[in-house]
Each structure stands twice: as C-alpha cells, then as structure tokens.
C-alpha cells in the first residue's frame, strides 16, 4: 500500500435537467491507494454512483482530472458490480460466472475455481439454474462472483451485499477481504451501512454530494481490532452522516452543459 491507484482532482460531473445544470458532485478530491479497500459513503443521490461509472469508463468527468490504471488502449482497467445483477439471461449460473474467463484468463485464478466461488457465495446448488429461476440476492451474488473471477487489479462495488440477509452478508464481506488479499485487489466500495464500511473499508470517505465535495476521510484500517476506538468511530461517522442527509441539494442556475465535459466548472456555492 501507499502508492496511489487513484486520484481524482477537481472533479465534478454535472447533468443537465429540467431543473438546470444539476452537480452530481463537483470540487471533489479523492486518492484512492494501492491495495485498499477504499469505501464512499453518502446520502442517496450525493452521486456514489455516477462515480463509480466514471471510475469504469462508462461515464465522464465534466471537469477536473482523473489518474487511473487502464488497458493499453485508455480504457480503465476496472471491473464494476452495478446495484442490478445484469446477468445474461440464456445461460446457466455456471456458465454466467465463467463467462469473464472466455475474455481475460487471469492466472491466479484457474478454471476450477468457477465451482469453489459457488460453493462459497452459497450457490453450488444453482450452478444448473437459470438467472430467471433466481431472487435478487442470489443473482448479485453470481455477478460479484464473475467479477471476482476476472480479477480486475480495481474492482467497483456498487452496494453489492444490500440486497443481501446478515449472515450472508457479513461471510461475503469476509470472503471479500480474504479474496482481496489472494488477488492483490484495489477495491472502491459503494455502501449505505456504515458499519460494513468500517468493516470492510481500510478508510472511509464520506461524500456530501453537489458542489459540496467530501466531508472527509477515515482511516478505519485498525478500526475493528479496539472496541472504544470502533464505538467512537461510528458515532462520529453516523453523526456526520445524519449531519450530511439533511443538508439540501444543489441546482447550479444558467445554460445546459455540453456532454462532452473538459471546461472547467465555476466555483459553486451550496445553498
Ligand atoms: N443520466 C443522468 N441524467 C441526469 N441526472 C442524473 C443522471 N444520472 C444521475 N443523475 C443525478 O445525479 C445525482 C447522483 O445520482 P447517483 O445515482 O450517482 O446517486 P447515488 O449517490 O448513487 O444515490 P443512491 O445512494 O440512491 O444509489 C442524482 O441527483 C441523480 O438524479
Ligand atoms: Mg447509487
């Protein structure tokens, strides 16, 4: 750990609606380090999502600069679980998972691991099912697992355990880290629960969301090993949290945006 995987300077993406040009978040810096698990907390709509489609090449920046691994042809060198499985719906769960091994084998992880990731995320019995034939949980498990089966050195998580029951959810946030470790992965991590963020996360930034940036970051790598300084942590992370909930959203006045982004955006006031 300690180099930089990414850094993001400046940087906002602001849509265009009815309602005028509107910041998913603007004036954001992040520095995201080799190796972690990086997780971004904030209220609903503060634009975690925008983000992460961004980080895997699926969306742009309207302004300000972005650092990143990627392939030799530019793209970044990311694999993102959505919030929706999207699973194709004329295969197996079998041969879902094995799907990203037919584009990228990766060495670490032989063909033979397809059934050990069933078998831990709970699905051997489902190999032979069909993505329809599945719940929601089930089926975002099958897509971290052919995710995790191409082994990304970034890997984008976008709330992957919320659809999730507890017990489920806290083994897969275990097999995570432990996956993490055997692969070498740098992971962003989208969450809501600020308890899987301090678990999971070796620090934690806290988006505001608009033109308003990052409350902050936490670093909650030894978090979990005292008891006083976790509890002092999640009060101060929920606090912040609740604090960041309530404060109102932003719609920046004037001409829509041209989508291509590169200008740099006037400084904005919240208000
Ligand atoms: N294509 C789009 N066009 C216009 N506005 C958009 C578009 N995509 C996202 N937005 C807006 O950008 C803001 C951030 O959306 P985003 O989905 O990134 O939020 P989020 O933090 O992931 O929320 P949640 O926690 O509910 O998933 C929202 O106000 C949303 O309406
Ligand atoms: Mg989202």
Not at 22 to 34: I, M, N, Q, T, Y
Not at 156 to 179: C, G, I, K, N, S
Not at 235 to 247: C, G, I, K, M, P
Request: hydrophobic content about 45%; proline content about 6%.
């Amino acid at each position: 750990m300690g180099t930089l995987a990414i850094r993001l300077t400046g940087a906002a993406r602001v849509f265009s609606t009815g309602n005028g040009r509107v910041p998913a978040f603007s004036g954001l810096d992040l520095e995201v380090r080799r190796g972690e698990v990086h997780a971004l907390l904030g209220p609903s709509g503060c634009g975690k999502s925008t983000l992460l489609r961004i980080l895997a090449g699926l969306d742009h920046l309207s302004a300000g600069e972005l650092t990143l691994p990627r392939h030799s042809d530019g793209r970044p060198a990311a694999g993102i679980v959505l919030q929706d499985a999207h699973l194709l719906p004329w295969l197996t769960v079998a041969d879902n998972v094995a799907l990203g091994l037919r584009y990228r084998a990766n060495r670490a992880v032989a063909a033979g691991r397809v059934d050990e990731l069933l078998e831990v995320l709970g699905l051997a019995e489902l190999a032979d099912a069909l993505p329809a034939e599945l719940s929601g949980g089930q089926a975002q498990r099958v897509a971290i697992a052919r995710t995790m089966l191409v082994a990304p050195p970034l890997l984008l998580l976008d709330e992957p355990f919320a659809a999730l029951d507890p017990l489920t959810r806290r083994d897969l946030q275990d097999w995570l880290l432990r996956v993490r470790d055997l692969l070498d992965l740098t992971i962003v991590l989208v969450t809501h629960d600020v308890d899987e963020a301090i678990h999971l996360g070796d620090r934690v930034t806290l988006l505001r969301g608009g033109s308003r940036g990052t409350v902050g970051t936490w670093d909650t790598r030894e978090v979990d090993r005292n008891s006083e300084v976790l509890a002092a942590t999640r009060h101060d992370l929920l606090a912040r949290y609740a604090a960041t909930s309530d404060e109102p959203s932003t719609v920046v006045p004037g001409p829509p945006l041209g989508t291509n982004g590169g200008g740099r955006l006037a400084p904005v006031a919240a208000r």
